[in-house]
């Protein structure tokens, strides 16, 4: 049986929902292949370019800027599962003017896809909006903070079901960033200098997850049992209604990418970043070459 170290990024659904499912389904024993999933959010570029790695945003910002030569070999979704949670009052994002919002680090790739969509928003983060800086995944004091009032909105990832928190508190979500910008970014993905693509054992997960995408849209009960493991906060009926709105319609089939969706996220990630677009959507997401 071949092994790899097989890295995710960031917490939640968006991160993790392809590799649990192939994980809890046995999916990589069956594909021949033992898998260390390693929590790489802290780590940096140096380390993580040794596994395989989930995180198709933070890649893509590596290659951009790093010029370490990463492609990926998978991709779950093309829309971000982040949104813009606010306190009562706001009904937009354009509301966020003069408020103080909670987010991502400018430089990640969820702080990048947040002033991406706030640009288009007419919005220029640094100076229409109070941003309060805070580490991924630091939702839970960001609910304490809108609760108390200390911040007015906060951007939030896939750890909870942000329309049904917002029901329970009486809050509004203004935005989800799925339907305002798209970009693969959550798969499989290599730096080639260290892990060839075509290496059995990443081969053989990319089909474990490409498997584990076919039960997000032929198995609901399956996939809903799955997702209350990371939302147990939200009832059944919740999870069930978050899996119908923003999972089974915008995750992938096939592990295939959109080129021409991806060369438009390239583009405006390095306009946002300051850096030239020195890889093509071609070049880095090499989908069809992976074995089925």
Known sequence: MHTIDLAYVGRGLHEELAAYIADQQDYYAEEGVHVALRDGCAWDAERLRHCATIGLGRALLSRLTDGIPWVALNVNSQRPLFWFLARPGLTSLADLAGRRLAV????????????IVLRKAGLDPDRDVHTIVRSPGAYGMDLRRLSDGSIDAAYVGSTMAPEAVAAEHGWRVLAWVGDHFQIPTVGVAVDPTYIPPDDPAVQAVVRAHRRALQVIHED??????????????????EVRAHY????????????????????????????????????????????????A
């Open 104 to 115: 991502h680090a400018p430089h990640t790739p969820p702080g990048a896809f947040a002033r």
């Open 220 to 237: 609901p009960d399956t996939t809903v049992r799955h997702m209350r493991t990371f939302l147990g906060g939200q009832t059944a009926q």
């Open 244 to 291: 119908e709105t923003f999972i089974a319609p915008y995750f992938t089939t096939d592990g295939q990418a959109d080129l021409a969706v991806g060369d438009k996220a390239i583009t405006a990630v390095a306009t946002e970043l300051g850096v030239p677009a020195t890889v093509t959507s071609a070049e880095f997401y090499r989908t069809a070459t992976a074995t």
